[in-house]
């Protein structure tokens, strides 16, 4: 197969965002999301609506990726999507708009993992970007997901340990909500942790077996802290917005790196790579990088674009699997619920 002249169109819809990317060898040549800002006054997501959203955004993205690429729709070598996990509305409105347009365009489809094509996101061809070599440990943390994967091979990856309850970024968003910060606060936390102090507050760490971790009992422990604070001292949460939001913070980090250290020693595997919406967390970022320096880790970092939900890593997995002819057929269907 002419490895040379391929284009994938990657459509995502996973969750509230619906997005589609052009990549022509490996590069992007477009990167189009279409965000949902209804569900902010709804203080999360909710499915009906996201689905609602997806089907009038779809059609729209795409043709602008198309438009954008500078293409014609006939020159697209195939079309890969986002079968799972996520939100099975919203993944129904990709999953059958990908199958249509392969159809018709007479070209093969690929259906994706949305979990492998986070991590897979750190081999689209990027200049000044290094990309991490097999194997290696990804971290993928996101709003639904906190695992640590053991890469073997692009399609090869083992689970080795995961969240036992609430995933990280639900810690980061209902810890927000505690302090009466608005959907979605993860971004809200890191914003004003920057200038507080991140021991003014201790958080218990969790004890949790082997490589998992548990985020209920932390925002338990949140939440108890602020009702105990706040009867003392109504103006406790406005008085230390920034030192809560950087404890709150610092914790979370913490027990991220703890499992992290504790991979590396059980695999000795020391190139870590992270990945998903809270990869775009500043407290985990500067944690890696201290660690390259700290423990000879050889740590990666993906582009901002590329942590939140985006089609240009679906399309990087479906280039994957392009090259190994891995073809999905029409029978096909969304999977909410989508193991490795």
């Not at 990027?126 to 991490?132: G, L, Q, R, V, Y």
């Not at 302090?179 to 507050?201: C, M, Q, R, V």
């Not at 595997?269 to 000879?296: C, F, H, T, W």
């Amino acid at each position: 197969m002419a490895s040379q002249n391929i284009y994938i169109l990657g459509i995502e819809s996973s969750c509230d965002d619906t997005a589609a990317a052009v990549l022509h060898n490996g590069k992007i040549l477009s990167n189009i999301v279409a965000t949902q800002e209804v569900h902010q006054q709804y203080g999360g997501v909710v499915p009906e609506l996201a689905s609602r959203a997806h089907q009038q955004n779809i059609v729209p993205v795409i043709h602008q990726a198309i438009a954008r690429a500078n293409i014609d729709k006939k020159d697209v070598s195939a079309i890969a999507f986002t079968r799972g996990p996520g939100l099975m509305g919203s993944l129904l409105v990709g999953t059958s708009f990908a199958k249509s347009l392969s159809l018709g365009l007479g070209i093969p489809l690929i259906e994706v993992n949305h979990m492998q094509a986070h991590i897979l996101a750190h081999f689209i061809e990027e200049e000044n970007f290094k990309k991490p070599s097999f194997p290696f440990l990804a971290l993928t943390i996101s709003g639904g997901h906190t695992q640590i994967v053991k890469v073997s091979n692009y399609f090869d990856m083992e689970v080795i340990g995961e969240t036992t309850d609430d995933a990280v970024g639900e810690a980061f968003d209902k810890s927000a909500k505690i302090i009466g910060l608005p959907y979605p606060g993860g971004p809200l936390i890191d914003k004003y942790a920057k200038e507080g102090n991140p021991k003014a507050f201790p958080f218990p760490n969790p004890k949790v077996s082997g490589l998992n971790f548990s985020f209920s009992g932390f925002k338990t422990s949140v939440l108890y802290f602020v009702q105990k604070q706040t009867k003392e001292n109504p103006d406790f949460i406005a008085e230390n917005l920034k030192d809560i939001c950087a404890s709150i913070q610092f914790s979370i980090v913490r027990i991220l790196m703890d499992k992290l250290k504790k991979a590396v020693k059980q695999t000795g595997i020391n190139q870590i790579a992270i990945a998903g919406g809270v990869s775009a967390n500043s407290g985990i970022r500067n944690a890696l990088i201290d660690a390259e320096k700290r423990y000879g880790w050889n740590c990666f970092i993906p582009k901002f674009e590329y942590t939140t939900d985006n089609a240009a890593m679906i399309a990087i997995a479906g280039h994957y699997k392009y090259l190994e002819e891995d073809f999905s057929d029409y029978s096909i269907t969304a999977q909410a619920r989508y193991k490795f």
